[in-house]
């Protein structure tokens, strides 16, 4: 059981975290994970001390969502392998039920890049969250913890088991959406056409070096997708690749980089981070208090007024809006108070 002396200080703590100290990031995720009461109040502080500027304009969070056996961690693995090669850092939150060594699933994350890259690499972060994919979506604490990620290293990647509905969620985080296929994934197919699966940003059909199939799937796939959910000016690419063989790693990690400019030159980077802020927010105050606690705060919408006051410092501002909900349910439960 925690005690709360074992807790770190959170002003200390962010100091750290942004001078990218790799211990002070594992007991930041730490405390985002704590659901004491007390651990909840210093995780609002940790957060309002890491916001600004930065966090609207710096960094890639990408999400790599697609079915079990796909090769996503493969995937991950090799496109970390790229991105270490050109000198970026990188964090990852792996969140995969399948992982998790009870259930017999497939290796750890963790396992398949300490198996690639023995040495030590201070540029790289994994932290596995088996079980964290909640029927329908991405569990709360995952979101956090990919902005406290992202504080500190130039790529945030988040691996999500996507099953139909749940890719929502992750492109309710990402700022680029990656979904994997295999060859033959007629599921995929007829969830795209029934509109089931939000059109992710980038596709990617891994095993490529199975032949064939590969290539008739990816050009399914490329047929499958609605062309009136799609943005005009992106082009929505399809990558054919493989973890395997490192196939086609490269070209994948361009349309990302491609990507992520595609959205800074349109303007669309900031607005975007800024919106999944402000629902993430009411979704962690909805957690925490319920409807009751929202509407203490006056309901969704004056919260999401409150919000866009001070875009970057969105957290400083939830931060209050608990101290307020806080002193809201004390003055209700005085003994005479007029709103008992
Ligand atoms: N042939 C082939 N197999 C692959 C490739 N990538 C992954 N796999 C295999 O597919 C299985 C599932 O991979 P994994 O990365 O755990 O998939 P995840 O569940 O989507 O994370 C494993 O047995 C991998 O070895 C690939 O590019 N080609
Ligand atoms: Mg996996």
């Known amino acids: 059981m925690t005690q709360i002396v074992d807790l770190p200080d959170p002003e200390q703590l962010a100091l750290r975290i942004l001078r990218r100290e790799r211990a002070a990031v ?64 990188v964090g990852v939150l792996a969140v995969d039920p399948s992982s998790r ?5 497939g290796a750890l ?23 964290r994919n909640q029927l329908g979506g991405v569990a709360n604490e995952v979101w956090p913890m990919s902005w406290l990620m992202l ?24 700022d680029t959406v990656c979904y994997v296929a295999q060859p033959a994934s007629g599921d995929t ?3 795209l056409k029934s509109g089931i699966i939000e059109i992710p940003d980038i596709f ?10 590969a290539h008739k799937t990816a050009s399914e796939i490329g047929r499958s997708a609605p062309r009136q959910d799609r ?17 086609g790693i490269t070209a994948m990690l361009e349309h990302c980089d491609r990507h992520r400019s595609f959205l800074a030159n349109a303007g669309w980077l900031d607005k975007l981070r800024l919106r999944h802020q402000r629902a993430w927010v009411v979704r962690l105050l909805k957690e925490e208090f319920g409807t009751f606690g929202l509407e203490l705060l006056g309901g969704r919408h004056l919260i999401g007024q409150r919000l866009s006051e001070n875009p970057s410092h969105q957290f400083a501002e939830y931060e209050r809006m608990r101290k307020h909900i806080f002193s809201r349910f004390i003055s209700i439960n005085q003994p005479g108070s007029p709103t008992t």
């Open 26 to 89: 594992a007991s930041g995720l730490n405390l985002l994970d704590n659901k004491l009461a007390e651990a909840r109040n210093r995780s609002a502080r940790l957060l309002a001390a890491l916001a600004g500027e930065h966090w609207l304009k710096d960094g890639h969070l990408i999400g790599i969502t697609g079915p079990p056996g796909a090769g996503k961690s493969s995937l991950v693995a090799a496109m970390i392998r790229e991105w270490r090669l050109s000198g970026r850092s």
């Open 101 to 105: 060594p009870e259930l017999g699933g």
């Open 109 to 131: 994350l963790g396992d398949r890049i300490r198996i690639k890259h023995a040495s030590y690499d201070e540029g790289l972060f994994i932290r596995s969250l088996a079980n």
């Open 151 to 174: 504080a500190c290293f130039d790529i945030v990647v988040i691996e999500t088991v996507g099953v139909g509905q749940t890719e929502i969620d992750i492109a309710e985080i990402g």
């Open 189 to 191: 197919i007829q969830y």
């Open 204 to 213: 990617a059909v891994n095993k490529a070096d199975l032949g064939a199939a």
């Open 231 to 247: 943005r005009e000016d992106w082009d929505y690419p399809v990558c054919l690749v493989s973890a395997t063989t490192h196939t």
